[in-house]
């Protein structure tokens, strides 16, 4: 069952086109991905989603409710992590959640959520004092306190260092295992793959691709290749005989092969029965790195 | 609990865990009313002041300073970093109604306003004996409206600044204006009559608070015109309200 549904999607800052005719649907309990560099018009499409902003055209739909004329309604079941949100300095982290679970009909309880993300021994601290890790977390329990159906979480990782990125990854799964649909919208790709069951790469407001990590991958090209020393000279008229193998390079005592299919296997039995040993072997296989620089042109960590 | 009350309840636990606020709201007036009442040249009767005492006759002042910290020089600092920090943002995001934040911000700085009048009033009486007001009642309609005139005026600053810092300019030259035709700089005694004249009209209106203080009913004008700024500037500024 699809729990949100865009449909040509335009919102537009003067002579801006921030979102041009995006549309995508999330199934019920997915996670689903929303890839792009910066200012691509993935937090403007979201917030669009969460009912923060109203399209120039298009339509939206979440569980059902349009986000513009049942907004009461639509967030008393969709929970939303916001970009660069804080708290008063004073507030506590109890202090917040008691606060925040005041605004819904059905809140779930301050308690779990404290336990859930390990912010017990923060229950009495100031907003001040908690670190980045902690108040992504609290920000993340703010997001969840209203049990919520669905979760929009947006850049939820920037900022941290790399064993909160990896704690809050872990929540996330955990989040959606209790049964929340997820919307991921995130600049890094590793966290797409990491979590990601499908996701929409976003690029200057429009879609690229819509697909699984795995399948957007596969997109950038199904070529792979292999490397290794030969343990003796090795004709390259041999390897090109395959017909997995599309070219042979050399470079240093190294042999590339690239081609496609079964291409590991081929080489390896090949080896194999000319008695030759590989050192080094390695395959390289598309990544979503090269997906994403094959759609968009260009590359996303190093623009 | 009501989202309401509860977050008035914890509106008015920042206020007090922000000890400058606590400070400037509600005891600054109070501990200066009595620093000047401290000096015994200002308890003599004064004829050029129609036979009162300085302190008496500066009393009023005082109450339009604890209304203006309050109302002006705290308050919409308090929102606009409330939304320079995204903080509205996410407020925006559950499905409490979007009014309940100032409201809940309003009633928390009107609570502190009366309290910090109530202690200017009580203080001056029983340590410097300056007179209860002798014309209550029209003394309670003028210091509310008063206080709301002023509290719209921040309201407005409230309502717009992107940040704590624009929302301090503006606050403060709202502030200076406040002050001084509140005669709390200079008494309006030695101001011409033209400016004293024109600060019955300026909020809180404190030539209105003095008059019903020292026993003559409030003149009904400046009392319509009070009402009708905290209408106006308060209908203008939930219009033009900036969530972002």
């Known amino acids: 069952m699809a729990v949100i549904e865009v449909k040509d999607l335009v919102k537009q800052y003067g002579s801006h086109r921030a979102v041009d005719g995006v549309s995508f649907t999330v199934e019920e309990g997915e996670i689903f991905g929303i890839l792009g560099p910066n200012g691509a018009g993935k937090t403007t499409t979201v917030e669009c989603v969460e009912g923060l902003r109203k399209p120039d055209s298009g339509s939206v739909s979440v569980l059902g409710l349009d986000p513009r004329r049942d907004g009461r309604e639509l967030k008393q079941v969709l929970g939303a992590q916001l970009q660069e949100s804080s708290l008063p300095d004073h507030m506590r982290v109890e202090e917040a959640l008691n606060l925040y679970a005041s605004f819904y009909r059905d809140p779930a309880d301050p308690a779990h959520l404290i336990r859930m993300l390990g912010l017990e021994e923060k229950r009495k601290a100031p907003f001040a004092k908690l670190s980045g890790g902690q108040r992504q977390r609290l920000s993340i329990a703010l997001a969840l306190i209203g049990n919520p159906r669905v979760a929009v979480l947006d850049e939820l990782t920037t900022g941290l260092d790399p064993q909160a990125r990896r704690d809050t990854w872990d929540l996330v799964e955990e989040v959606r295992a209790s049964g929340v649909t997820i919307v991921l919208v995130t600049h890094f790709m590793d966290e797409a793959e990491r979590l990601c069951d499908r996701l929409a790469v976003i690029d200057s407001g429009k879609v690229a691709a819509i697909d699984t990590p795995a399948g957007l991958a596969a997109r950038a090209g199904e070529e792979q290749r292999v490397r290794f020393k030969p343990s003796r000279p090795l004709d390259d008229a041999l390897l090109l005989a395959l017909p997995e193998v599309a070219a042979v390079d050399r470079s240093g005592g190294q042999v590339i092969v690239s081609g496609r299919g079964n291409l590991l296997s081929a080489v390896a039995s090949l080896l194999a029965v000319n008695h030759i040993v590989a050192a080094d072997l390695r395959v390289e296989q598309a990544t979503l790195d090269d997906a994403f620089v094959a759609l968009t042109g260009r590359s996303l960590d190093h623009p | ?244």
């Not at chain 2, 301090?168 to 200079?186: P, R």
């Not at chain 2, 400016?195 to 209106?205: C, F, Q, W």
């Open chain 2, 1 to 244: 609990m009501s989202s309401f009350a509860h977050l008035t309840k914890i509106e008015i636990r920042l206020l007090f865990r922000d000890p400058l606020a606590v400070v400037l709201s509600l005891i600054l007036p109070t501990a200066i009313l009595l620093g000047l009442g401290s000096v015994p040249l200002l308890r003599e009767r004064n004829d050029e002041l129609g036979g009162i005492r300085f302190i008496d006759y500066y009393a009023p002042s005082v109450l339009v300073m604890s209304v203006a910290v309050m109302g002006l020089a705290i308050m919409p600092g308090v929102i606009a970093t409330y939304r320079e920090r995204g903080m509205l943002r996410r407020m925006r995001t559950t499905p409490i109604p979007p009014g309940a934040l100032l409201g809940a911000q309003l009633l928390v700085g009107l609570g502190t306003a009366l309290i910090a009048a109530l202690l200017v009033v009580v203080a001056g009486r029983l340590v410097i004996g300056v007179p209860l007001p002798q014309h209550p009642v029209g003394f309670a309609v003028a210091f509310v409206l008063g206080i709301a005139a002023v509290f719209s005026l921040g309201l407005v600053v409230a309502a717009l600044a992107p940040n704590a810092r624009v929302a301090q300019t503006f606050s403060t030259i709202l502030f200076m204006s406040v002050m001084f035709f509140g005669g709390v700089y200079v008494p309006l005694s030695m101001l011409p009559d033209s400016i004293a004249r024109i600060a019955n009209y300026i909020p809180p209106g404190v030539g209105v608070l003095l008059d019903a203080w020292t026993g003559t009913a409030p003149p009904v004008l400046p009392l319509v015109i009070m009402g009708a700024v905290t209408l106006g500037l308060g209908l203008v500024s939930a219009r033009v309200f900036k969530w972002e």
